[in-house]
């Protein structure tokens, strides 16, 4: 007689879902709405990520380092087979349906606590929402790493719960053309 062993495995950073068409949060009490714009996705370029000859042709191809907006599916610096640097892709939004300004959510929480925080507590709500201490603007006011796009805000709101937590909300990045 034989017997089969079948393990499954899954893991909590499959494919993430699909963006939302919309996004809501507070900031400074005014509460803002974005849209999801399905044309255009935004890449995260770094400097030391790309090639000397990269580098002299970013001006041409029109790409900078930082966030770029570009189209689903157009990589702005093709990867060499031998690069373990993985791509940052996220979704793009704007502040009307198919409208405005392009929007980026680069993945920073802005947290403003009610009472002045100790490292101590800071590094409890890093370690229990998987986020880093980026900046400690005050003793009330932190800036946090966290995944960008639209999971930037899913934990913004779940920090929300935390007692001494006033606002908690997404930094964003805002395209801008030059004139």
Request: charged residues 20%; positive net charge.
């Amino acid at each position: 007689m034989t017997f089969v062993t079948i393990v499954c495995f899954t893991s909590l950073s499959a494919d993430p879902k699909e963006p939302p068409s919309s996004i809501t949060f507070k900031e400074g009490g005014v509460t803002k709405t974005f849209y999801l714009n399905p044309n255009v996705v935004a890449e995260y370029v770094d400097i030391k990520d790309i090639s000397n000859n990269q580098q002299k042709n970013q001006g041409k191809q029109g790409f900078k380092s930082g966030w770029n907006i570009r189209p689903p599916g157009k990589v702005l610096i093709p990867k060499s087979g031998k690069s373990a640097i993985p791509l940052k892709v996220t979704e793009v939004y704007s502040t009307g349906v198919g409208m405005g300004p392009n929007i980026v959510l680069p993945g920073i929480i802005i947290i403003s606590f009610s009472t002045d925080q100790s490292q101590t507590s800071l590094d409890k709500i890093a370690n229990k929402y998987e986020i880093q201490i980026l900046h400690q603007l005050s003793p009330r006011l932190v800036s946090f790493q966290t995944e960008p796009g639209y999971l930037s805000i899913q934990k913004a709101n779940d920090i929300l719960a935390e007692p001494n937590v006033l606002e908690a909300y997404p930094d964003i990045a805002l395209e801008k053309s030059l004139k």
